[in-house]
């Protein structure tokens, strides 16, 4: 991906998000662009116009990280955001190349070591499975595969949760708050093309999805990106009905740029009755190649 463009689209698109009144400026009158001017960020950050529209044009190579804070702090950029401002200024200069991590490799280049499947399996309180930047699935657990059944049941989605988010019907089914989803989505691959900008694989997806999708091409172009770390989501399985499930996301140590997710349900609510149920449900069906069906 072009380094240059996505610093430009990048600091474009958060300019447009601040007004004036946000920023602590006089709104005025005859305002022929959505939030602030160039010279306005340029006087929030301490530099000249023509410094800053450079920066903007998508020159950061060599940027001091004085600068960058100054041009966070103008634009009222959260952690997220920071983060992946850095990371576009690493790749703009080359600083990031031994920093970088390894190539993500896809789900039939990459293998578990035998611990860490060990470790997926015995957990057996709620679905947990490994993903890299790209929303490939490369590991999972038994509970896991009975859980996101629409995922293994169609061979397009090549067991990526970004293909299954725009391309798949079922999931407007199988996440109830598709929108959201949908938006958190995009926002991991963002933040994984300004962290990891060589990926050829994750260039691909990018452009199969914004090729097949409205709804990923719009997104894409808001250049969101946020941390997903922990939070509650809803869902609805064929099986077993509405589930509410908490998760967290937890970065692996021995295998920089994948994340371990794992979910899990309120002790005592009927989310919790719910998984008890799935895995029932997954204890009698081949949950790789499973058809939709009912529990009665």
Same mark, same amino acid.
């Given at each position: 991906?072009?380094?240059?463009?996505?610093?430009?689209?990048? #600091?474009?698109?958060?300019?447009?998000?601040?007004?004036?009144?946000?920023?602590?400026?006089?709104?005025?009158?005859?305002?022929?662009?959505?939030?602030?001017?160039?010279?306005?960020?340029?006087?929030?950050?301490?530099?000249?116009?023509?410094?800053?529209?450079?920066?903007?044009?998508?020159?950061?190579?060599?940027?001091?990280?004085?600068?960058?804070?100054?041009?966070?702090? +103008?634009?009222?950029?959260?952690?997220?955001?920071?983060?992946?401002?850095?990371?576009?200024?690493?790749?703009?200069? /080359?600083?990031?190349?031994?920093? =970088?991590?390894?190539?993500?490799? &896809? =789900?039939?280049?990459?293998?578990?070591?035998?611990? #860490?499947? $060990?470790?997926?399996?015995?957990?057996? +309180?709620?679905?947990?499975?490994?993903?890299?930047?790209?929303?490939?699935?490369?590991?999972?657990?038994?509970?896991?595969?009975?859980?996101? &059944?629409?995922?293994?049941?169609?061979?397009?989605?090549?067991?990526?949760?970004?293909?299954?988010?725009?391309?798949?019907?079922?999931?407007?089914?199988?996440?109830?708050? $598709?929108?959201?989803?949908?938006?958190?989505?995009?926002?991991?691959?963002? &933040?994984?093309?300004?962290?990891?900008?060589?990926?050829?694989?994750?260039?691909?997806?990018?452009?199969?999805?914004?090729?097949?999708?409205?709804?990923?091409?719009?997104? $894409?172009?808001?250049?969101?990106?946020? %941390? %997903? /770390?922990?939070?509650?989501?809803?869902? %609805?399985?064929?099986?077993?009905?509405? #589930?509410?499930?908490?998760?967290? /996301?937890?970065?692996?140590? +021995?295998?920089?740029?994948?994340?371990?997710?794992?979910?899990?349900?309120?002790?005592?609510?009927?989310?919790?009755?719910? #998984?008890?149920?799935?895995?029932? $449900?997954?204890?009698?069906?081949?949950?790789?190649?499973?058809?939709?069906?009912?529990?009665?």
């Amino acid at each position: 991906m072009d380094n240059r463009e996505q610093v430009r689209e990048f #600091l474009t698109s958060r300019r447009a998000k601040i007004t004036p009144e946000q920023a602590g400026l006089p709104s005025g009158s005859r305002r022929r662009v959505p939030g602030l001017r160039r010279s306005e960020v340029a006087a929030l950050a301490d530099m000249s116009v023509e410094y800053y529209s450079k920066l903007e044009r998508g020159t950061l190579a060599g940027v001091s990280p004085a600068v960058l804070e100054a041009l966070a702090r +103008a634009l009222q950029l959260d952690d997220a955001e920071r983060a992946h401002l850095l990371h576009l200024a690493q790749a703009a200069d /080359g600083s990031d190349a031994l920093t =970088r991590p390894r190539r993500r490799r &896809t =789900r039939d280049q990459w293998k578990p070591h035998r611990s #860490l499947q $060990w470790t997926l399996d015995a957990i057996t +309180a709620g679905p947990a499975f490994v993903r890299n930047g790209r929303m490939d699935i490369l590991a999972a657990n038994q509970l896991f595969r009975a859980f996101y &059944t629409d995922v293994y049941a169609t061979p397009g989605n090549q067991m990526n949760l970004a293909r299954f988010n725009f391309l798949d019907p079922a999931s407007r089914r199988f996440y109830p708050d $598709w929108e959201p989803f949908a938006d958190l989505a995009v926002a991991i691959l963002r &933040t994984e093309a300004g962290r990891n900008p060589h990926d050829k694989d994750l260039q691909d997806l990018v452009g199969e999805l914004s090729t097949r999708s409205d709804e990923f091409r719009t997104r $894409w172009g808001a250049h969101n990106v946020r %941390h %997903h /770390g922990t939070g509650t989501k809803r869902f %609805h399985h064929h099986a077993v009905g509405d #589930l509410t499930l908490a998760f967290e /996301g937890l970065e692996m140590a +021995a295998e920089p740029g994948l994340t371990l997710t794992i979910y899990t349900a309120e002790p005592g609510s009927p989310s919790e009755e719910g #998984l008890r149920l799935l895995a029932s $449900w997954a204890a009698t069906q081949d949950v790789d190649a499973t058809e939709p069906s009912t529990l009665s």
